[in-house]
């Protein structure tokens, strides 16, 4: 069965620092995908990353940098140096290679940055 | 560029009444769309897929139901709400190629209130 926890439900931490926020997952397919979205209080969810499971190399686009890791089945996210903006709730999701794109999602994390 | 609007963007309904929620895609032809809820407090859950007009897939038992009378639209509806129905409802796009993976892009969602 598939699953993403996401074992942070709520972060807070000051203007400019470093977060990283986890995510693990469970799938019994070697193929498979993985993502990261945002919600900001608008409510709309903004597609940040999708990584395949043959990739496992590390990605950062900006403040954002991702570490995927097979051999302990988590995708972090971490953003450096945040700002107020970052505020938002952060979603994992998983899609596996069969069925229908059906995106399994974590429950969140709540990351509040303080000025 | 592609894009996804829903209407209406927020809507408070007695229990018992009917419910009709849209969501357009502009931009691709024959999409993949998705109706996904998320309850106060808690991550999305998938209630319906389509891969093309007519075709409507249910990944959970409710009071709900969906139709697609035309590629880009995607209708949720009810008969009668439910005070359980209450959450935010948030339709998806995917690429038209059919692919399994392909990145799910959401709209700006719909905050409905059961009273």
């Known amino acids: 069965a598939q699953k993403v926890t996401q074992a942070q439900t709520e972060i807070s931490v000051v203007e400019k620092e470093d977060v990283t926020l986890d995510c693990v997952y469970e799938t019994r397919d070697t193929t498979y995908y993985l993502f990261w979205y945002k919600q900001p209080p608008s409510g709309e969810l903004v597609f940040l990353i999708r990584?395949?499971?043959?990739?496992?190399q590390n990605e950062i686009s900006g403040r954002y940098s991702w570490n995927f890791q097979k051999s302990t089945s988590s995708f972090n996210f971490t953003i450096t140096a945040s700002q107020v903006v970052d505020s938002a709730v952060y979603f994992c999701?998983?899609?596996?290679?069969?069925?229908?794109?059906?995106?399994?999602f974590g429950t969140g994390t709540r990351l509040t940055v303080i000025p | 560029s592609q894009t996804i609007h829903q209407w209406p963007a927020t809507l408070v309904q007695p229990v018992g009444s009917p419910l009709s929620l849209e969501c357009t895609v502009e931009g691709t032809s024959n999409p993949n769309l998705y109706w996904y809820r998320q309850a106060a407090g808690r991550g999305l859950q998938l209630l319906f897929y389509?891969?093309?007009?007519?075709?409507i897939s249910s990944e959970v038992p409710q009071n709900l139901s969906a139709s697609r009378p035309q590629d880009r639209q995607f209708i949720l509806s009810s008969k009668k709400l439910l005070l359980s129905d209450s959450g935010f409802y948030l339709c998806a796009w995917s690429g038209d190629f059919g692919a399994p993976t392909d990145t799910q892009y959401f709209g700006p969602g719909t905050r409905l209130t059961v009273l």
């Open positions: 990584r395949n499971s043959f990739d496992e």
């Open positions: 999701a998983l899609s596996e290679a069969t069925g229908a794109n059906n995106l399994f």
């Open positions: 389509s891969v093309g007009i007519g075709q």
